[in-house]
């Protein structure tokens, strides 16, 4: 299995690394919504997932899915189009995969975006959150199974899963560019149901400012092979049972859709400065 799972990485690594002439820095894995950010890569080399070896294939609405190798506030970029999501029937390490070949590839840095719900009742839709960390609420670890020794520990720490370096430089640049970034814990629930008003009400008393379905198995693989990890989630919704309204994909995809602008203007700046 151990094996099975390091020849798989190497096969994936070995594919694209003979269809780019660099080696990233930073891997970038946009959210919901979020994906246009890719377009703005320079020198692009585009790679289709269903293209590399062992790949699974992203089937959410308003997901692509490819890589876009290049070059992203002056650093050598691996974007990710279109994330793997647990709901979707994959299996937990299926869904970490492009992480691990990220790795692979040698980047030593991870970028995280999503859309998340807003818990915490202070924010709005439209806002951007920094997560400063975070509640695995789905119960389910990629790292589970024999240990890769070559990548990290069997038990690791994850008392930073977020770095505070990466976080600060994070803080700084939107106060630069004058946008309010608000920050908290980002709770990991798998969906694909949204969550009860009942639910939410549960997880704000865990400690939890923001929910979503994605992103914590990234974090936790990143952390295993001491990748240094930035989070940003884009609150599209309240929440259930916070507003009178009903939560739906749509939304969630508009308000991400609306927030793009500013959203690529800071992660250009942080990319400069990480
Ligand atoms: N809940 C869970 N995941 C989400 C939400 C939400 O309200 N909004 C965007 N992703």
């Known amino acids: ?5 390091i020849s798989k990485i190497n096969e994936a690594r070995d594919y694209i690394k003979g269809r780019i002439d660099f080696v990233p820095e930073i891997g970038l894995i946009l959210g919901s919504g979020l994906g246009v950010m890719g377009e703005e890569v320079e020198d692009k080399i585009i790679i289709e997932y269903s293209d590399i070896p062992n790949f699974p294939v992203s089937t959410v609405e308003g997901h692509k899915s490819r890589f876009i190798f290049g070059t992203l506030g002056g650093k050598k970029v691996a974007v990710m189009q279109g994330r793997f999501h647990y709901y979707e029937g994959y299996h937990i390490q299926q869904t970490v995969f492009p992480v691990w070949v990220m790795k692979a590839l040698g980047i030593s840095k991870m970028i995280v975006t999503n859309a998340a719900g807003g818990v915490n009742t202070s924010f709005h839709a439209g806002d951007l959150m920094l997560i400063r960390d975070h509640i695995n609420f789905a119960c389910v670890n990629p790292l589970i ?3 890769i020794e070559e990548f990290g520990p ?3 720490d994850m008392s930073n899963a977020y770095s ?13 560019i004058g946008m309010i970034m608000q920050e908290g814990t980002y709770m990991y629930l798998t969906g694909p ?16 400012d923001a929910v979503g379905m994605s992103t914590v198995p990234e974090v936790v ?16 919704n309240m929440a259930a049972g916070i507003l009178d309204q009903p ?12 927030v793009k602008v500013n959203f690529i203007k800071l992660l250009k700046s942080i990319l400069e400065r990480v």
């Open 1 to 5: 299995m151990r094996e099975n799972i």
């Open 145 to 147: 199974g024999p240990n």
């Open 154 to 156: 069997r038990f690791p």
């Open 164 to 176: 505070k370096r990466m976080s600060e430089i994070a803080l700084q640049c939107a106060k630069e």
């Open 193 to 208: 149901t949204y969550e009860t008003p009942a639910e939410i009400r549960a997880l704000r008393v865990l400690g939890s």
């Open 221 to 236: 693989v990143a952390n295993h092979c001491g990748v240094e990890v930035m989070g940003i989630s884009c609150i599209t």
């Open 247 to 258: 939560l739906s994909h749509h939304e969630v995809v508009e308000t991400a859709e609306a």
